[in-house]
């Protein structure tokens, strides 16, 4: 049986990313499923990873319980960690292709942004909504792309912070081939104003899951 994207238009679906924040296996499992019976089917999925000390959350799920349970779908790890440099290499290996650091979780975005690359990932910087937008060119060309973050991360369900679509559209002036992903409070009434903000991409947690799932 199918499910349906959230109630949007079909030329803003192309761009959502489903975003699991999940406390068991039996949730992940459960959520996994959604994004795969999805039409239209999502180009990928991000898994969130939240370890209690650079957010006030924890998720469930170490790189190897997801390696082993072959989710066989492609899939980007955003780690909401303290010290990210000590858990990417690990996500690497059990599948992630794009690799979302903070850059308020590390003391050197470049060399993790490099070292992500190494590894074999695309690294995507997220910044939350009081860290600058303002960046050094040269990390610019070590990353794949920016996550916004609508929200302050670690939970699920917020509303989105004020001002967040301007941060959107004032970085794509100053960097207009730049993708922008933007992550939190992320729903229908919202989505068409990112994208003509300049978003590319639009994660969406309980907006996606949360949703009344039927055709338009």
Not at 66 to 73: A, T
Not at 132 to 154: A, Q, R, T
Not at 165 to 185: A, E, N, S
Request: aromatic fraction near 6%.
């Amino acid at each position: 049986m199918s499910v349906y994207m959230p109630i949007l238009p079909k030329n803003i679906k192309k761009y959502v990313i489903p975003a699991l924040l999940t406390h068991s296996k039996g949730e992940f499992l459960r959520d996994i499923q959604m994004v795969k019976n999805a039409r239209p089917k999502a180009k990928l999925v991000q898994l969130d990873v939240c370890d209690g000390k650079f957010v006030d959350n924890t998720t469930w799920g170490t790189p190897n319980q997801v390696k082993n349970l072959d989710i066989q779908m492609s899939f980007e790890v955003h780690l909401m960690v303290k010290n990210p440099e000590k858990a990417y290499k690990q996500w690497i290996e059990a599948g992630a292709s794009r690799v979302v650091f903070h850059q308020e979780a590390t003391k050197d975005p470049m060399s993790l942004a490099k070292a992500i690359k190494a590894a074999g990932a695309k690294p995507i910087i997220a910044l939350n909504p009081d860290t600058s937008i303002v960046l050094e060119p040269l990390i610019l060309k070590e990353i794949y792309g920016i996550l916004m973050m609508g929200v302050h991360p670690g939970f699920g369900g917020q509303p989105m912070v004020g001002g967040t679509i301007q941060r959107v559209r004032t970085l794509r002036k100053k960097h207009p081939r730049l993708r922008i992903g933007v992550d939190g409070g992320v729903n229908a009434k919202n989505a068409q104003k990112l994208l003509d903000a300049g978003a590319t991409e639009l994660i969406m947690g309980s907006g996606f899951f949360k949703n009344n799932f039927s055709k338009n």
